[in-house]
């Protein structure tokens, strides 16, 4: 069934798209590691694993279906704390705002 809460979770995959896209990257711990999303001038998608740092980032792109965002990486991202600790209650609210208020800033 299609709900309002489907929408609003897309919205939220827009928004985790949109912080890539702006240059940011996303850290995250997947169970076994923290990788580290970047994208790239061809809208690629690539992770570092921070655990080996001299390797290669792999193209994580396949892997970043909307599904694995909005019930894996979204709600990881929800439980960790901020980088900018005073300002945001965990780091997917901080990555939200900031890039809200990045678009309002490139969109007027």
Not at 8 to 19: A, G, L, N, V
Not at 36 to 41: A, G, H, K, S, T
């Amino acid at each position: 069934m299609r709900t309002k809460d489907v929408l609003k979770d897309i919205e939220e995959y827009s928004i985790f798209m949109q912080y890539l896209y702006l240059g940011e990257t996303i850290k995250f711990n997947n169970g076994m590691t923290t990788l580290e999303l970047v994208m790239d001038e061809e809208l690629e998608i690539y992770a570092k694993n921070l655990l080996f740092p001299n390797l290669p980032p792999l193209l994580y792109s396949n892997d970043l279906s909307l599904t694995n965002v909005l019930f894996g990486i979204i709600p990881k991202l929800k439980k960790e704390k901020p980088e900018k600790h005073n300002c945001f209650s965990n780091r997917w609210e901080e990555i939200k705002e900031l890039c809200l208020i990045q678009l309002s800033l490139n969109l007027s």
